[in-house]
């Protein structure tokens, strides 16, 4: 199956509840990045974490990274309307100890935040 | 500093015709990365480029589809005789010379094909 699948597909949750998003991958990675893109619009970078960390914060963003286990979670806190929208975990594959450079996508998870 | 620009937003042809769009990268950025969105699915990897230099394009399907970026100006996807199966939404990505850098997406161009 594919590098990079998220889970769930579709998430619908209240205002003010926190949101879980998780990943999985199947190759050794150099990093792994979490995007959102609202409908029909580009892609917004949230945060890029690296193999060698197991944990990153920024804002009410915290996120992830088990390279034992190849899955990574993005946790939004305090959901916010605003929130609603697709996001996708992207990973910078490994090949001979260097990175290929290109991402690979999944199929992404709609949240969608009700006020 | 400007983000990733990417033009036009909307490109509409019909059959056969040839599409070319634009990407312009972030300053600073020398590296840069062709995606392709069809509706409802991720993001597929089309092609990766430096200036006048292709370093990967195992994306790319083989046959009317070809990428640049020249030494001046900003780099382009080329897509000749259109099919409608072209019908999806391309986005450019940059990054900072090196591995391991994020990658910051432009709006994406909208195609078309009638």
């Known amino acids: 199956s594919q590098q990079g699948e998220e889970d769930p597909q579709a998430l619908s949750i209240q205002e003010g509840e926190n949101a879980t998003m998780n990943c999985s991958y199947k190759t050794s990675i150099n990093n792994l990045q979490w995007y959102r893109q609202n409908s029909g619009r580009g892609l917004v970078h949230l945060i890029l974490?690296?193999?060698?960390?197991r944990e990153k914060h920024s804002g009410r963003l915290r996120v992830t990274l088990d390279t034992s286990k190849k899955s990574s979670s993005l946790l939004i806190t305090a959901s916010r309307a605003a929130d609603t929208a697709s996001y996708f975990c992207?990973?910078?594959?490994?090949?001979?100890?260097?990175?290929?450079?290109?991402?690979?996508f999944g199929q992404g998870t709609i949240l969608t935040v009700h006020p | 500093n400007a983000g990733v620009m990417q033009n036009p937003r909307h490109l509409v042809r019909r059959r056969g015709q040839e599409a070319r769009l634009r990407c312009s990268p972030m300053?600073?950025?020398?590296?840069v990365y062709w995606y392709r969105q069809l509706p409802e699915e991720g993001l597929k990897f089309m092609v990766y480029l430096q200036k006048e230099n292709i370093i990967d394009e195992s994306g790319m399907p083989k046959e009317r589809f070809s990428a640049e970026f020249p030494k001046e100006g900003p780099s382009i996807l080329r897509i000749q005789q259109v099919v409608r199966g072209d019908s999806a939404a391309y986005f450019c990505?940059?990054?900072?010379?090196?591995?391991?850098?994020?990658?910051?997406f432009g709006p994406g161009t909208r195609l078309t094909v009638t």
């Open positions: 974490i690296r193999s060698n960390e």
């Open positions: 992207a990973t910078d594959a490994l090949g001979g100890g260097t990175s290929y450079g290109k991402l690979t």
């Open positions: 300053k600073g950025h020398s590296h």
């Open positions: 990505a940059s990054s900072l010379p090196g591995q391991g850098y994020e990658q910051y």
